[in-house]
């Protein structure tokens, strides 16, 4: 049954291998019927900085109301990001921090060690690029930016099941690599997963 998808690109630059796989992702999931949305984070107009911390309800920008109308649309999400510093890039963790705040993606019970998750009833799939093979990210340094998203944020927030796809090694790879890796995506798309 064709889904309602929301691919979230948290690559700065359009022209990145990130922004060719959102592509790829987006024309599979279309041609099966898919309801498909799609939006850069670069693009949205926001202050990334959180800045009173949660002592104070920072207002949304317009930017942020509508990826949160879509968030909130959505029946699966895919994120698309870069692995730098074993972290995702900068203005993905700003958009994250100023809109997965508590009342919008979860909320906690009073006098509770335990919260709600406002983000459940959705999956998601986290693509990411490497400049090093999978199995040397997750055994030598454990894999951080996934861990950060999947477990921290997205499954903290009701977001399951949340799969994973590595590509890589990004660094020094061939064009034809590169057509791979955007066809592998685009079959991934195509199944909706």
Aim: glycine share 6%.
């Amino acid at each position: 049954m064709p889904k309602k998808i929301l691919i979230i690109d948290g690559h700065p630059n359009k022209a990145s291998l990130c922004h060719a796989l959102a592509e790829a992702y987006q024309k599979g999931a279309s041609e099966t019927g898919a309801e498909v949305q799609t939006f850069r984070i670069a693009d949205l107009n926001f202050n990334p900085n959180l800045e009173a911390g949660y002592q104070k309800i920072q207002t949304h920008e317009p930017d942020l109301l509508l990826a949160l109308e879509k968030i909130r649309w959505a029946e699966h999400l895919v994120w698309v990001h870069p692995v730098w510093w074993g972290g995702f890039p900068a203005i993905m963790k700003g958009f994250i921090d100023r809109l997965f705040v508590p009342t919008v993606a979860f909320k906690y019970r009073p006098n509770s060690v335990w919260w709600d998750k406002l983000f459940a009833g959705r999956s998601a799939r986290i693509i990411t690029t490497l400049d090093q093979p999978s199995w040397y990210y997750w055994l030598f340094y454990g894999r951080p930016s996934v861990n950060q998203l999947k477990n921290s944020i997205l499954k903290f927030c009701g977001i399951s099941p949340v799969r994973v796809s590595y590509v890589g090694i990004v660094r020094n790879s061939t064009e034809t690599q590169r057509q791979r890796w955007i066809q592998k995506i685009y079959q991934l798309g195509k199944n909706q997963g």
